[in-house]
């Protein structure tokens, strides 16, 4: 069955530090690749997604992920965080033919320390 | 103002009751899905539909049913044979074959 592993479950970064996610997935086929993110007390959001094309993807807030399809990942990055991403971050993929089935990771919540 | 929107954000039920969780969108999505999120398991899905009076189980289904009577709504009622209902329930939405996104949540606590 397919499956997505976010290794690391709590993150702790002090503002301006960078910031690295890592999202596996054991999908050998086409997927399409997505990062939501889940501030406190608010709506689960779009981060970016990947369905084709560039491998590296640009999303909102300055965030980035890169896809490696030779080794399964889509890890999330930033180059310098803040205060203000603090929140959980799920990685989801789900196929091109299969759209409804959204498979996603148990998350990691990111503490950011002023 | 366009969006999906859940009833209510907060929800209290004993112990063998039903209790039915509202999910409306009016963003035109022809699909909608509910999902369960607890702590450290990411969200797992229970109920999808494509289309109005049709619905397939997710992965989780046990102990919840849904309608889908109109494009718009997708309720889930909860019924007491779900064996550990407290969790927080989200509801989603999507064109087909793309994005899905999510609405505010319902946090169920049994009691």
């Known amino acids: 069955a397919q499956s997505v592993s976010q290794h690391n479950h709590h993150v702790i970064l002090s503002e301006a530090a960078s910031l690295e996610l890592g999202c596996n997935y054991s999908?050998?086929?086409?997927?399409?690749l997505f990062w939501y993110v889940q501030y406190p007390g608010q709506h689960l959001q779009l981060l970016l997604k990947y369905f084709s094309g560039d491998p590296l993807v640009k999303g909102i807030k300055g965030f980035e992920a890169e896809f490696i399809k030779s080794k399964f990942s889509f890890n999330l990055r930033k180059p310098s965080v803040q205060w203000s991403d603090t929140a959980e971050y799920f990685c989801a993929v789900n196929q091109p033919y299969n759209t409804d089935k959204l498979i996603f990771g148990t998350g990691t919540r990111l503490q950011v320390f002023p | 103002d366009g969006g999906i929107t859940q009833s209510p954000k907060y929800l209290f039920r004993k112990e063998g009751q039903n209790v039915t969780l509202s999910c409306e969108q009016n963003l035109n999505h022809d699909a909608m899905y509910w999902y369960r999120q607890d702590p450290g398991q990411g969200l797992r899905l229970i109920y999808y539909?494509?289309?109005?009076?049709?619905?397939q189980k997710g992965d989780i289904a046990e102990g919840y049913s849904v309608s889908r009577e109109k494009k718009e709504s997708f309720p889930l009622t909860v019924t007491s044979a779900q064996k550990n209902p407290t969790a927080f329930y989200l509801c989603?939405?999507?064109?087909?074959?793309?994005?899905?996104?999510f609405g505010p949540g319902t946090r169920l606590t049994v009691l």
């Open positions: 539909s494509q289309i109005v009076n049709d619905f």
């Open positions: 999908y050998g086929g086409t997927v399409n």
């Open positions: 989603a939405s999507s064109m087909s074959g793309d994005t899905q996104y």
